[in-house]
């Protein structure tokens, strides 16, 4: 009979390696899954029930939520706050940390998310995710969890993942061990073991970005994309092809699966975007420790993400994220053509390094 490994043995097989571990991390693992199974459920009904369209009301961002926007956010904070496993937590919805009551305990735990990535496509049935992101708390058990708890550089993520709700609900997560993806069967109500120990082609699959605002891109991004497409005597390839759903998790999936690079810029469309858009802590951090962990490499075109330290929550980050030769490429061409703007960008953000690192 092929063994059948859920998510839960997956994560006890992996706590094994850790034998000073005491078992909240396995069980806020649990959590993670429970919560992903609500949401799956949820948005596998969303043409059937009224969970469709928008909330009629808009998050920290000035982003109109879609109903499932807060009902993943709402899934997620109700889940995860009473197993006092977490001491403070953060949500893209949410412009402040999310406090713990302190009747719950104060877990080991800190807790960043992205309740529902993607939620433009919600309505056009296009796929959906969840991304998280796991620290361990810095500050005393004594007192609440804090800010200081939240803005940690991404090198110290304890685990990392996201769900994706495609044609499967996939879970894909690594805590350190290499990243393991599951898949949800539905009859089971349990995630399966399906893609163990995933690693980032070396083969430059697809490349990802959205071409739509090429006019507003920095000479050296410019040029990097007329490299990747061929159009220069190096190019590493004669032409990759170009996919882009505008769900990063979607993309993302498909980048770690398929190999290639997925890239969101800076951009000079405006201020809100001149460090491009996708978010730091939630989006970009646990993305990067994935990838760092599938043998590929995430960079903001000057810097690894991981060795961002974040000012505030919903910091922004230039984002490029997949085959390792190709996102150094990246840095090469913005060090190459766009040196002012890496100038000027370099005052605006805190670096720090891995103390295991040159
Ligand atoms: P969210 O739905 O959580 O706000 O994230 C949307 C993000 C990300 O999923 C995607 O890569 C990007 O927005 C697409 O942005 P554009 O439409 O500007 O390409
Ligand atoms: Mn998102
Ligand atoms: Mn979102």
Same mark, same amino acid.
């Given at each position: 009979m092929t063994q059948i490994t859920t998510i839960e043995r997956h994560i006890l097989d992996q706590q #094994?390696?850790?034998?000073?571990? #005491? =078992?909240t991390f396995t069980q806020l693992m649990y959590d993670v899954g429970l919560f992903a199974k609500l949401i799956a459920r949820e948005v596998r009904h969303a043409g059937l029930? @009224?969970?469709?369209?928008?909330?009629g009301s808009t998050n920290i961002q000035g982003e109109e939520q879609q109903k499932l926007d807060v009902y993943a956010h709402d899934t997620i904070v109700r889940m995860m706050e009473?197993? =006092?496993?977490?001491c403070i937590m953060a949500s893209?919805?949410?412009?402040g940390p999310i406090r713990v009551p302190e009747e719950y305990g104060c877990g080991d735990y800190v807790l960043l998310f992205d309740?529902? @990535?993607?939620?433009?496509n919600i309505d056009y049935n296009v796929s959906t995710g969840t991304i998280f992101s796991v620290h361990r708390r810095v500050?005393?058990?004594e007192t609440p969890g804090g800010l200081e708890d939240l803005?940690?550089? =991404?090198? #110290?993520?304890?685990a990392a993942g996201y769900v994706i709700y495609g044609s499967s609900t996939m879970l894909v997560y690594t805590a350190g061990q290499g990243v393991h993806g599951f898949t949800l069967d539905a009859s089971l109500g349990e995630f399966l073991?399906?893609?163990? @120990?995933i690693r980032i082609p070396d083969a430059p699959g697809y490349y990802s970005v959205n071409a739509g605002y090429a006019r507003y891109w920095t000479e050296g991004v410019r040029r990097y994309v007329e490299w990747l497409t061929g159009r220069?005597? @190096?190019?590493?390839?004669p032409a990759m092809p170009l996919r882009y759903t505008g769900s990063l998790v979607a993309d993302f999936h498909r980048t770690l699966l398929a190999g290639g690079v997925f890239l969101y810029p800076a951009d000079t469309r405006d201020a809100a975007h001149s460090? =491009?858009?996708?978010?730091?802590?939630?989006?970009c951090a646990p993305l990067a420790f994935i990838m760092a962990q599938a043998g590929g490499y995430a960079s903001d075109g000057v810097n690894p993400i991981l060795n961002l330290l974040p000012r505030e929550l919903h910091q922004r980050a230039p984002f490029f994220v997949g085959n390792a030769r190709l996102v150094r490429e990246a840095e090469r061409f913005i060090a190459r053509y766009d040196a002012d703007w890496a100038v000027a960008y370099r005052d605006q953000v805190v670096v720090v390094r891995e103390p295991t690192e040159a």
């Open positions: #094994r390696l850790f034998p000073e571990a #005491r =078992g029930v @009224d969970i469709l369209g928008r909330a009473y197993t =006092g496993r977490v893209e919805e949410i412009a309740p529902l @990535d993607g939620s433009s500050t005393s058990c803005l940690q550089p =991404g090198y #110290r993520q304890v073991l399906s893609h163990p @120990d220069t005597p @190096d190019s590493p390839a460090h =491009g858009k996708l978010r730091l802590c939630y989006e």
